[in-house]
């Protein structure tokens, strides 16, 4: 079973750590909640967990699989931390995972390390947690709920989606809200950016017609983890299926 959702959140975005693309656009969001004075509400939805049917070594590159499955090993801890800690604890723990996954240069053996007690224990001292919530990587009964909120993620969007995936509410708080996969984007916007594009997205989505706007060729995410720094334009890819799969 997933965790309660909120009641007064403005905002849920549903996030994978090992991400960039919901990194990237969670930093967005946070401009854009401290702007709007937005509460946001942070859920869970696992890649691994997405693509549980996929055979990895025939659809994605070979570094896709460890990446993955480290992202399922980081919202175990995350799931955790909510269970113990509360719901405000997950903001500033996948700020402080994301730091260390995506603002610093890549380096060979990430994608397993990004899984360990090594790299997860200072993160949860930086947000303020006991670093014994690290246990959790290995606890695979967390999965369940991990599942179910990748489920409710779905469920909101359809299923030929990824992370990340934002739900908002319309602005006089009557019914659900509309929730979409993106946007994908591949560097921040500035402050001032930031809101512009946001309410050209919510104007967008809130026509009750919309279904999609995409493309799959993107830059690099401009993040010192690809080797892209701020200000930079990165070589542009096409991203198949969203995660340069090698076949659909």
Known sequence: MSAPV?????????FDPVCPFAWLTGQWVREVAAQREYAVEWRFISLRLLNAHIDYDTHFPPEY?????SGLRLLRVA???????GPQAVGPLY???????????????DETRRGTREFVEPALVEAGLPAELAAALDDTA???QIQAETDEALALTGKDVGTPILQ??????RGQGVAFFSPVISRLPSADEAVELWDHVVGLASFPGF?????????????????????????E???????RRQKR
């Open 168 to 173: 908002f509410r319309p602005p006089d708080g």
């Open 237 to 243: 890819e096409d991203w198949h299926g969203g995660s």
């Open 79 to 85: 799931a955790r931390a909510r269970a113990e800690h």
């Open 211 to 235: 279904a999609e706007l995409k493309r799959s060729l993107r830059e690099r995410p401009q993040l010192p983890s690809f080797g892209v720094q701020t200000g930079e334009k990165g070589v």
């Open 142 to 144: 967390w999965d369940a």
């Open 65 to 69: 699989e460890a990446g993955h499955t």
């Open 95 to 109: 700020e402080a995972l994301g730091a260390r996954i995506h603002e610093v240069a890549a380096q060979r053996g």
């Open 6 to 14: 909120s009641t007064t959140a403005d905002l849920r975005f549903w």
